[in-house]
């Protein structure tokens, strides 16, 4: 079954009732970031975004660029530097023709604290991407969540589980990731990588997009590129 398929497969199964935030941008793309939550998670909006998807002409065109969007803005600095690119339309957010976004959260929140509704509907959301074919075809995934996912044993090795992959380096007893990626960033600014067992998927961990600094950007390009050219896909 090719990627196609697979997608018309997930947005189907985000159409059941209860919908079910689908996401927006290329589904033929090698890169999929999944990020906290929408601002707008609506029945209206997600019935947006499932029209949106189907439009195979308009699912992954352009966006007029929001100054207040930091996170898609960050979005685009990844994109970029992952492929070594200058966008052609530099008023323009273009970074969906190279990646496929949706969230881990159908619920909007302006809290950054868990509650039990959110881990609920953040527990029923990883057992839907575990169970979906089109999510675990791709070979890079970016968990730009922060809290919203862990892999520890407390929280039942969550990356672990739902995206098929190990922690890259020794964790802690309790498996927790011990120390910062590689380098260390300031306070609050991290990122871990795992891989599959036989290193066709790369799963990074890392902070919400919105505040990150540009050295980790150029790191975790860095990480994504070499991942995607052992591949074959740069």
């Given at each position: 079954?090719?990627?196609?398929?697979?997608?018309?497969?997930?947005?189907?199964?985000?159409?059941?009732?209860?919908?079910?935030?689908?996401?927006?941008?290329?589904p033929n793309a090698d890169?999929?970031?999944?990020?906290?939550?929408?601002?707008?998670?609506?029945?209206a909006l997600i019935r947006d975004k499932i029209r949106l998807c189907r439009d195979k002409v308009n699912r992954d065109?352009?966006?007029?660029?929001?100054?207040?969007?930091?996170?898609w803005c960050y979005y685009q600095k990844l994109i970029d530097e992952i492929y070594q690119r200058k966008s052609e339309e530099p008023n323009k957010w273009d970074f969906e023709k190279l990646a496929f976004t949706t969230e881990m959260n159908n619920i909007p929140s302006k809290h950054s604290y868990l509650t039990k509704e959110i881990k609920d509907g953040i527990n029923k959301r990883l057992q839907f991407f575990k169970d979906s074919r089109f999510i675990k075809s791709f070979p890079v995934v970016i968990l730009a969540c922060?809290?919203?996912?862990?892999n520890d044993k407390k929280n039942g090795y969550q990356i672990n589980q739902t995206f098929g992959v190990e922690f890259d380096n020794e964790p802690n007893s309790d498996g927790s990731p011990i120390g910062e990626h590689k380098k260390k960033y300031p306070t609050g600014f991290w990122f871990y990588t795992h891989h599959s067992k036989d290193?066709?998927?790369?799963?990074?961990?890392?902070?919400?997009l919105s505040q990150i600094q540009n050295d980790m950007i150029e790191d975790m390009a860095n990480e994504t590129r070499d991942h995607l050219t052992k591949l074959g896909k740069i």
């Open positions: 079954m090719d990627r196609e398929e697979l997608f018309e497969e997930f947005i189907n199964e985000c159409e059941k009732e209860p919908l079910t935030f689908c996401g927006q941008g290329n890169i999929l970031i999944i990020g906290k939550e929408s601002t707008d998670t609506s029945e065109a352009p966006r007029d660029i929001n100054s207040q969007n930091k996170t922060s809290n919203y996912i862990n290193k066709q998927k790369l799963v990074i961990h890392t902070v919400q």
